[in-house]
């Protein structure tokens, strides 16, 4: 297999606090010899494990950028007991934008994972995430939000996995990160994400959705950064307990928890963000833009349990998705 072109300004094996960059050649109309260059930045110290963190996987998700340049910016090798390995913006060209894509080649980082060292400026990230960057850590942390098309309530997430004891170490960093919510999470897709090319090898892996709307607020950005740190020192990289407040633990049983459109128009929200529901409850109503004097359709909950996450423009598209009804647990 070729090599990946990404060149790392920082030494992953050195001891103390550097910000750099992963250098990724790329000939462009305004450059013609020029590089996207990501930002980096590793903290190391001693013996113990190492943690990836990243945010930005979609552009337009901001709680993890934000979290992670302040924790970047402050943490100290002394602090630390192994390795954090931080990357703010995963998709840097789709953050740039303010896209949940890439702008050059359209790319869903999540979605194109194992990548490809000879494919797309996005394979090519991916690439180097799945064969030099993974198989470094012991603990991987995702920070996601619903960016612009999305809103949920603020949850931390792990899947369902064949090994047992890997799902329990799973669980246990999830319900360590202490969101206000933890979510054993089903994916309407799992084929190239960034978790399932993490969790193939064997690492504990959460991931968070915490918010949406394509901004950030001081409410989401602090649960951010206070999982991160709780994430650390339940990993051991960081001393100390893991700081502990109420959190309530939703599970997502079968496909009935998603609703999708088969219309289009204009939303009205039904249910609000966090409410119970009871199957059948109308969730939103989809009305007709185009003439008044017509019935909006009416979509409903499969099941009971709460609305975990909706839809956020103000119009919708056949096909899209409508919202997310988990169930305590």
């Keep these: 297999m070729l090599d990946n072109p990404i060149s790392p300004t920082v030494d992953f094996d050195k001891p103390g606090v550097q910000h750099g960059h992963l250098r990724l050649p790329h000939s462009h109309d305004e450059s013609a010899w020029g590089s996207i260059t990501i930002p980096i930045a590793v903290i190391a110290n001693g013996e113990g494990p190492t943690a990836i963190l990243t945010g930005a996987n979609h552009g337009d998700e901001y709680e993890g950028p934000v979290a992670l340049m302040d924790l970047a910016r402050r943490m100290t090798a002394d602090e630390v007991s192994g390795r954090i390995i931080i990357v703010p913006m995963m998709n840097y060209p789709a953050f740039l934008a303010g896209k949940r894509t890439s702008p050059i080649d359209g790319g869903n980082m999540n979605r194109v994972f194992p990548g490809s060292p000879g494919g797309t400026v996005t394979e090519k990230i ?178 009971d349990g709460i609305l975990a996450g909706r839809h956020f423009p103000g119009l919708i598209r056949h096909g899209d998705f409508i919202a997310v009804v988990a169930v305590p647990v």
Aim: with cysteine; proline share 4%.
């Design 126 to 303: 991916a690439d180097y995430f799945q064969r030099t960057l993974l198989p470094e850590a012991d603990y991987v942390l995702d920070i996601h939000s619903g960016g612009r098309t999305l809103e949920f309530v603020p949850f931390a997430a792990a899947h369902e996995l064949p090994d047992r004891t890997q799902r329990a170490r799973c669980v246990a960093a999830m319900e360590a990160f202490n969101a206000p919510y933890s979510m054993m999470l089903l994916e309407m897709d799992a084929a190239g994400m960034y978790d399932t090319a993490a969790e193939e090898q064997g690492k504990v892996f959460v991931s968070t959705e915490l918010g949406g709307g394509g901004s950030a607020t001081t409410q989401t950005v602090a649960i951010a950064k206070r999982g991160i740190q709780n994430l650390l020192r339940h990993a051991g990289i960081l001393s100390g307990a893991p700081e502990h407040r109420e959190s309530f633990t939703l599970g997502m049983p079968d496909e009935r928890c998603y609703v999708i459109s088969e219309s289009q128009g204009l939303v009205e929200p039904c249910v609000a963000l966090g409410g119970t529901v009871r199957a059948g409850d109308v969730l939103m109503r989809v009305h007709d833009v185009h003439r008044t004097g017509t019935e909006p359709v009416e979509y409903r909950a499969n099941i």
